[in-house]
T-cell receptor, first 116, second 110 residues
Framework: DTAVSQTPKYLVTQMGNDKSIKCEQN?????MYWYKQDSKKFLKIMFS???????INETVPNRFSPKSPDKAHLNLHINSLELGDSAVYFC???????????????FGEGSRLTVL | GENVEQHPSTLSVQEGDSAVIKCTYS??????FPWYKQELGKRPQLIID?????GEKKDQRIAVTLNKTAKHFSLHITETQPEDSAVYFC?????????FGTGTRLQVFP
């Protein structure tokens, strides 16, 4: 059983295209995140959703639009892809926000996006 | 803004030696300090964490120390093994939002 699963694992596309990455967690967690890991391995938070509500948006360009249809799913849509968007995108989840919470982030396997 | 600095960026040790990775953070409101290990091509995974009401925590060969006054925290790995080779990330924040350090690539040579 995969706790946090992302699709696709690999994505190669041309500049200017639009693409989506999907994430699902079966842990019953309320909070989900998108992190970006660039070629230097820096892990940066992009977005956080708590029970379908956006709670963190780290000044990510408007070309990135997250969507959470329910608390088990968090998708990321990227418009007009640029070379600098090439990275590994990690989805993650944690248990209920604000309540006794271990704080542990459960990461998906990552989606490697390559923009040519 | 919030910032977490991590040193060194690379660390090479002989099997059996100890390894120490250090981090400093800027946000004094941070109360949660986890460490993640990321093996090549894999996802980051939590290995140990510490909260602001504790100064030290140990789990077998791994220990973390926290100095809230100085805003420093460190990871100590003793008796290193080749399978400890990975990228290690510190992070600081709270259980809703974490800022990660820049990572340390640890190589343990047999």
């Amino acid at each position: 059983d995969t706790a946090v699963s992302q699709t696709p694992k690999y994505l190669v596309t041309q500049m200017g295209n639009d693409k989506s990455i999907k994430c699902e967690q079966n842990l019953g967690h309320d909070t989900m995140y998108w992190y970006k890991q660039d070629s230097k391995k820096f892990l940066k938070i992009m977005f956080s959703y708590n029970n379908k509500e956006l709670i963190i948006n780290e000044t990510v360009p408007n070309r990135f639009s997250p969507k959470s249809p329910d608390k088990a799913h968090l998708n990321l849509h990227i418009n007009s892809l640029e070379l600098g968007d090439s990275a590994v995108y990690f989805c993650a989840s944690t248990p209920k926000r604000g309540r006794p919470n271990t704080g542990e982030l459960f990461f998906g396997e990552g989606s490697r996006l390559t923009v040519l | 803004g919030e910032n977490v600095e991590q040193h060194p960026s690379t660390l090479s040790v002989q099997e059996g030696d100890s390894a120490v990775i250090k981090c400093t953070y800027s946000d004094s409101a941070s109360n949660y300090f986890p460490w993640y290990k990321q093996e090549l091509g894999k996802r980051p995974q939590l290995i140990i964490d510490i909260r602001s009401n504790v100064g030290e925590k140990k789990d077998q060969r791994i220990a973390v120390t926290l100095n809230k006054t100085a805003k420093h925290f460190s990871l100590h790995i003793t008796e290193t093994q080749p399978e400890d080779s990975a990228v290690y990330f510190c992070a600081a924040g709270n259980t809703d939002k974490l800022i990660f350090g820049t990572g340390t690539r640890l190589q343990v040579f047999p």
